[in-house]
């Protein structure tokens, strides 16, 4: 499980599963059926929990929406709403009347992208209440937001970056989105994971940096992402997998392919392939081709969401027209 | 063969030697290493090397250099002035007193940007024979360039646009960039194909367009492309082909997973995973990271070259300078 | 007159007014005000009325629109169905199964840049029509859109590239949008102006290019501008006759000043100030300092005119959303 | 002379000199003729000098290029190599092992993106430390980069990001980029000022920020900037001077209108344009039509000093190619 990089909890779980055909100890699993979404609750519970499935402990949820890269504008409005109930289901019971929302991720590069977009469309508010020389009101929350950009664009740690600007404006509440990858293409653009255990910016790279989270900046941080790649050696796995699967029931070469490489771990399995590919395949992605397109469309779903969360009295009809 | 879609006309001719580990007659192929680069010569000489190799007859000549997409500025200067020498081998007898330049590709996808991009560091000439009312000069080539987009975008083929304007401006020479694909990662920003055979505007993806070549535009054309996509299927079949490698000389498993393996033709193995692929792949692709960062790269070795090439006496640093 | 340089016909009324204060012979106006902006009707009857106020015969449809530059949602929907109704009312008795909208100006100039981000939002769907191999159909109208560029970018006559493609598509009607210069501030991203009898572009600039008309193209155009800029002449002679104006009632200095700037004619001091300014001011222009997010907003507005009034069935929530 | 925006002091001294026509106390003023361009150091040496002048004490240096907004690419590295030696005769006795440089200004105003243009073209080298686990080395400076946006983009003040960073990464020396505004259109784009008294991000629009300077980052700090505006009031302003100077000697109205305009002081004279002007012209600015082509090149030539002054051994050609 280890071996097969994923920043989606719930894949982590399906690893877990496919290859010990168990439930996790000390990890409880909640699933929610909509009519165009399902919603998966993760919570690792205890050190076993997080031991046995390689994630702190807190709450994973994921919203699944099969349709979502699709063009209907009814669904992704839908699941912004959909999303910024999540969202206050986590925050409910925080302190929020002062807001950062940082977008991480590097914006030169197209799959990357997502935190930097989503942080142009999201509502700041912070400079009236500065004009007003005021901290708070009722009426309104106050909400700054910020993209550091990455080490290699600036030099500086994300973690320096955010860590500096919390202590200088002490809000009450972080809210941090990134781009993530998934092992399964079907999930690219289709899935939303928010979770309040914090983010690690980059940590799928290998790269051991300052995390971002409650300890570390000394909030609460939420954080929100959707998978825009799928590594090249999971798209080859899982393609292999699929092959085995097709061939399982037929005759001869088909029956023999399976049962050897059934014959092989998952994980012997994804060790052999990245082996392979890694040479000359570093910095590879699998994504749509279309995939700036794609973030677009998603930032606007993320901060619609966000907007509505953060705002109470705003709906989906003005924040769409915010950020046309 | 048929169904490893290449771009390529070198791969093509690969995919033919492997299968049938035999030279393909009515193609000739001539290679010249450099220190830095090989530049490949295959020409397709007659209808039987054509029906064999899929291609039209003519030459394709493909300057391959393993590390540029690497940040060597050097590198890059040279390879432009290799590249403008390759272009004035293929044009050398054709009359180029008015050139138009055309950028194939979606500027709104990253990976498909590449003409677009090259377009607007072509150096255009063609406004100031305008404003002195001339025609042609001999110490300036009249250039005129651009972009005509795709179908998708501006609901007009390709060839409809380049036709009108060709049919008004009427150029000696149509040169035309496009983005490629490769079935090989290894060649993806490191490879530039040039050929005198024209080129079918997203041919890849299977439509049946209008071509733009010497005998539609009425003009002789010269397309340049890099490849900057490998298809996910190919990624796969060739990952597969890697592992069946390594494993042939170890025991048990690999054995007899090798022999298994090597019982399918490349071509069934192909369909099976194009097969178990498509219902979920369509217009997935698998790519560098910072594609659109090593396009941008990429689009100042390319207008360099066709700088050069066209407007003699310019040379490297004073190309260099006008673009950057 | 002729010196003071506006695109709008509704301006050059107004400074035939200022300086004869009598009616246009063969020019008729018609005023309508509504509650967020007044339509004016300028038709310029026959050579009399088209050789005093120096512009061809035709329509000239003006909304002008106080707050369109605020943030104001609901305003923006409402012209742009003011807009989509105004544009209805002249091509009405058009032919417009076939249309090709044409998105002037030069995309790298931010103040220049608003036809072809219009292009970027008009619902094409000309594609559709070449997949499923028809020309018309009643429930669709077939939309094409481009942007041609500039000829210093593209070294390419605009009309050149139009006209090549109104051969190759053969469309019903023409729509081209452009950005234009006002003589006044106050009008600067608050006025559209719609008119049938063509445009030339970059006509301002004092070009003698050939102009996009019935006559030049073989088919209707109508051409929908807005202004972005004022000139520095314009507004250096506005603000002095503002000085002047609030002078003439104070005593001494007041007075004098008034009665002496009185004494030259609008044109005299016009020229004046041009002669004056224009060895440093070339290409100087007075704009909003935020004119590409002005223009971002402005192309949203348009573009939901031209596809409300062109796809019959289609309302402002619609557009929106497709273009969000 | 307090009515009289600009952001340039040599513009400070110009306008006391043209209302004074003497010296001013405390500050001294050097000039430097070269072929292509003049050097004038203008320093503020007291308190008497800096309520004079209204600038703090310190140096400030202002490189005047009359052809740099010209397509020379020759002039414009000689520029760069100019820059970097007043800004090393300014930074020659600070200690410099680790530097921050930060580019102010809002990158979605045209007009207002130097810095963050700039920024993109640093060469940023902190990360490469970070990876080696070193704070300095002999044969490379330390340099971080980064753009805070602005106040009503993040609604975060600029300095509390900057200081927030400051305090985490601790550098030796800020460097600050920042678009200036002038009172004369002839030194847009063409004047570079260099200064190390700080610089207060916003302070020409009125606002009472607080300032970048040596007492509130703790390090020391030296700001770059370049004219990209010109105010709509002062460029009234200097028209009708520009037009009185050219009337004094004509006969009969040219006499009266000099003798009446010359009654009024420059101060009142300004700030009736300002009155007159300001209902109507809020952020309006007077810029060069294509100011977002002349910035990117701008940045380049900026970037280049910087990168030359920073990086010892570094020439004009190494770094033309980083940033291309």
Chains 1, 2, 3, 4 share one sequence.
């Not at 165009?36 to 402990?57: A, F, M």
């Not at 092989?264 to 749509?288: C, F, G, H, Q, R």
Request: glycine share 8%; charged share 25%.
């Amino acid at each position: 499980m280890k071996h097969i990089y994923t920043d989606l909890a719930i894949e982590s779980k399906e690893i877990y599963h496919e290859e010990t055909k168990k439930e996790i100890e000390g990890v409880s699993v909640d699933v929610l059926e909509g009519k165009n979404h399902t919603i998966t609750t993760v919570k690792v519970l205890n050190d076993r929990g997080s031991s046995l499935i390689g994630r702190p402990q807190g709450s994973f949820i994921t919203i699944e929406v099969p349709n979502l890269n699709k063009s209907d504008e009814d669904l992704k409005d839908e699941i912004s709403i959909e999303l910024s109930k999540v969202l206050l289901s986590l925050i409910k019971d925080y302190k929020r009347d002062k807001v950062l929302v940082i977008g991480l991720g590097n914006w030169n590069i197209s799959s990357d992208a997502l935190g930097p977009k989503v942080i142009e469309r999201v509502l700041v508010t912070r400079h009236i209440f500065i004009n007003y020389d005021k901290e708070s009101d009722e009426s309104m929350v106050n909400v700054a937001a910020m993209s550091p950009g990455v080490l290699g664009i600036t030099g500086i740690e994300t973690y320096d970056i955010v860590k500096g600007i919390v202590d200088k404006i002490k809000p009450d509440l972080v809210i941090a989105i990134d781009a993530l990858s998934s092992r399964r293409m079907d999930r690219v653009s289709t899935t939303i994971q928010i979770t309040d255990v914090g983010i690690t910016p980059g940590s799928g790279v290998g790269n051991d940096r300052q995390g971002l989270n409650k300890e570390s900046l000394g909030v609460p941080i939420i954080s929100l992402g959707i998978p825009t790649v799928v590594n090249a050696a999971t798209l080859v796995n899982d393609t292999m997998d699929l092959i085995i699967g097709s061939l399982k029931n037929e005759a001869d070469v088909g029956k023999e392919f399976y049962s050897l490489l059934d014959q092989l771990s998952t994980e012997d399995k994804y060790s052999l392939i990245e082996e392979v590919l890694n040479p000359y395949m570093a910095n590879v992605i699998v994504t749509p081709k279309d995939i700036n397109v794609l973030i677009d469309d998603l930032s606007i779903i993320v901060a619609n969401g966000i907007n509505i969360a953060l705002h109470p009295g705003i709906g989906i009809r003005d924040v769409n027209r915010y950020i046309r």
